[in-house]
């Protein structure tokens, strides 16, 4: 078995590397996808659309989640069906945090913290180091996103993006950077306008599903947030599921995502995600599907 893993690795470095063999190489692009799964383009697609005319779906009284919860999150990398020769392969780690609430102004304002960082064998193999950090403020109460901050370190690219949304003014204004350049040069400084009122950030939408009223069949529409662009996706819920947990097997609902208005991934996917059933819905598996193979995530920590 040993022997077997080692000539298995082998042929994974001479797949990686060359290109035009009838083989993708696996290269930044691809990690993004994978490991940072969803950052962005995690688009990662949970929800957020509100009605034009609305601020937000009213919030739960009784709110699954509190702030101080951390959520920590282990990815691997399916090969697709034509590497079957590939093992499964760790991708790396997210970490998803919510904070105490602060001031966005004279607002309260929830604090979110997203981090994902490439580890294992894929991340060897590429040569790509994934080092990216998600900051946004959001309502509390409705999750409205107010503002984000990206900081995105993918091997050689470097990008500081900051959103700030607008609401009564329906616009957003965008400051994308490259830090990668000397100087720095500035891709977009710009506002958008004629933007839904509430818009959530592809983060502060996984809390504002796990407050839904959720069971077999229901169906809710969201507008997501990313960057300059707006997104309309729809969640399903489709059946009862018990998915391993970080404490053992957990009775969870399995939820599928459609775009309605752009696609959730630059690259072309599908996403699915699972809540638990419990006052809790943690977030206990994700599945990204793409075009080089499948993606998941299984919750392994969280705290408190």
């Known amino acids: 078995m040993k022997v077997f893993r080692k000539v298995s690795i082998a042929r994974t470095q001479a797949v990686v590397a060359p290109q035009g063999r009838g083989f993708p190489a696996v290269g930044a692009p691809t990690v993004r996808v994978l490991v940072v799964a969803a950052v ?11 009605p034009d005319a609305g601020s937000g779906q009213d919030p739960d009284p009784i709110s699954p989640f509190s702030p101080g919860e951390t959520l920590r999150y282990k990815v691997v ?31 309260p304002a929830a604090p979110i913290t997203f981090e994902a960082r490439s580890s294992g064998t894929l991340a060897s193999l590429t040569g790509v180091k994934v080092n990216d950090t998600f900051e946004s403020l ?21 990008r500081d993006i900051d959103v700030t949304y607008y609401p ?9 950077t490259d830090v990668a350049k000397s100087p720095p040069h ?9 933007i839904p009122a509430c818009v959530r950030d592809v983060f ?20 997501l947030g990313d960057d300059d662009n707006i997104k309309r996706v729809e969640t399903r819920v489709v059946k009862s599921e018990t998915i391993e947990g970080h404490a053992g097997p957990v009775k969870s609902f399995r939820i599928e995502t459609v775009a309605l208005l752009g696609g959730l991934f630059r690259e072309g996917g599908q996403f699915r995600i699972w809540l638990s059933e419990d006052a809790r819905r943690l977030p ?21």
């Open 186 to 194: 500035v891709n977009k400084d710009r506002f958008v306008d004629d």
């Open 138 to 158: 959001a309502d509390p109460a409705t999750l409205c996103t107010y503002t984000v901050k990206k900081r995105v370190r993918e091997g050689k690219r470097k």
């Open 77 to 107: 990398w399916n090969p697709p069906w034509y590497l079957f020769f590939l093992p499964e392969m760790e991708a790396g780690e997210l970490r998803l945090s919510l904070g105490r609430t602060t001031l966005y102004g004279e607002k």
């Open 204 to 223: 502060a939408a996984v809390y504002a599903l796990r407050r839904a009223d959720l069971h077999i069949g229901s169906r809710d529409q969201w507008v």
């Open 40 to 50: 962005l383009s995690f688009s990662f697609s949970a929800p957020g659309f509100c």
């Open 284 to 304: 206990v598996m994700f599945e990204i599907q793409v075009k080089l193979g499948r993606a998941y995530g299984r919750l392994v920590a969280v705290n408190p």
């Open 168 to 176: 009564e003014a329906r616009r957003l204004h965008i400051l994308d």
